[in-house]
């Protein structure tokens, strides 16, 4: 089974070709990071207009390089939310359009079901029952995964995501877009012991997170320095370590709650070093087997919708033609 994953849902234009037992043939990825840069986030309506043009080269180059025809294609996967709503449709649109054209299935993919499974293009793969905790841009999840399609979500973010307080406290920083990994490389300059960041919600229990009283700890940090490089990098290094140990240990705590030793971490902001690290750490401690995707699975991409598509597909779900999206949908909706 040959599946066509598409991935529209924010900025990059994500296209990948997934065999149910070949793997990945291929993937290719188009960033729209120079294209929002100028305007310091993404600007939704040049994105929608930015995959309009990217996606259908995209599809022909992802054909080539898997060196496979069109006619060898058996469905087709698209993110269908949750996202930018004219982006998603981009996506949405062209799927359907394309697997009426071929007269093959396609299928709704969830796009935070996909960083989930992103672990599962790697040659280690978790087996069922695991936690997962999905830090993106516009996520912070963390869900009990018991089969696919299985999942019920133990916590949240109550206001900003973890990605989005990363790039808040980059912009802040006057680091510029995308802020995230720019913040991340800054930290490497700091000093980890000049300022000490809150670890928001944890004297607490459960396990739903807070980071946007960490923006406001950072604006009046920042305000009591005199901005100079080496202060920036300071209040870098501490607000990323205050965002690490506060996933870690939530994440302790859900591991001891559950009682599961295997855990999960997919999503842009697990590309960060200091947080692989410092969940290495403690799952190396509690005796809990740790996965997570490469580096270029971990933001959005084609061969993790793809690879969801694919399982979907094999479990036989059916959709009718209709282009729907779905801008906000629970994962713990999904069946
Ligand atoms: O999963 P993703 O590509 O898109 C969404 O689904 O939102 O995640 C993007 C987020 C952005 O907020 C970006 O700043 C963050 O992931 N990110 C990082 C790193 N790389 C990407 N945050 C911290 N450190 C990084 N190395
Ligand atoms: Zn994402």
């Not at 025809?69 to 981009?90: H, Q």
Request: aromatic share 6%; hydrophobic share 40%.
């Amino acid at each position: 089974m040959y599946i066509l994953g598409i991935e529209t849902s924010c900025d990059e234009t994500g296209v990948a070709i997934y065999h149910s037992k070949k793997g990945l043939l291929s993937h290719h990825l188009h960033s729209q990071a120079s294209l929002h840069s100028e305007y310091g986030g993404v600007v939704p309506e040049l994105a929608s207009r930015d995959h309009i043009r990217k996606l259908i080269p995209l599809v022909k180059k992802t054909l080539h390089t898997a060196a496979i025809r069109s006619k060898d294609i058996t469905g087709i996967a698209y993110t269908a939310g949750p996202g930018l709503a004219g982006a998603l449709l981009v996506g949405a649109a062209t799927a359907r359009s394309l697997a009426w054209t071929w007269k093959i299935p396609a299928v709704a993919v969830h796009h935070m079901e996909g960083h989930l499974l992103a672990p599962m293009l790697e040659s280690e793969q978790p087996a069922f029952p695991f936690l997962a905790l999905l830090i993106s841009g516009g996520h912070t999840l963390l869900v009990q995964v018991s089969a696919i399609g299985q999942y019920q979500q133990l916590g949240e973010s109550l206001d900003d995501a973890a990605g989005e307080a990363f790039d808040k406290t980059a912009k802040m920083l006057e680091l510029g877009y995308p802020g995230g990994p720019r913040l991340a490389d800054l930290a490497l300059q700091g000093n980890a012991k000049r300022f000490h960041f809150p670890r928001p919600m944890t004297d607490r229990p459960g396990l739903d997170f807070s980071f946007s009283g960490l923006k406001t700890y950072t604006m009046n940090t920042l305000a009591a320095t005199s901005k100079s490089a080496q202060d920036k990098a300071d209040i870098a290094c501490a607000f990323q370590l205050a965002v690490a140990e506060t996933l870690t240990l939530k994440c302790r705590r859900a591991i001891r709650q559950t009682g599961l030793k295997r855990l999960v971490i997919a999503g842009g902001v697990s590309a960060n070093l200091q947080i692989r690290e410092s969940l290495t750490r403690m799952c190396h401690r509690e005796n809990t087997e740790l996965f997570f995707p490469r580096l270029e699975f971990c933001t959005d991409n084609g061969a993790m919708i793809a690879y969801a598509g694919c399982q979907r597909l094999l479990a036989g779900q059916q959709e009718t033609l209709e282009i729907t999206i779905k801008a906000r949908w629970p994962i713990d909706s999904l069946q």
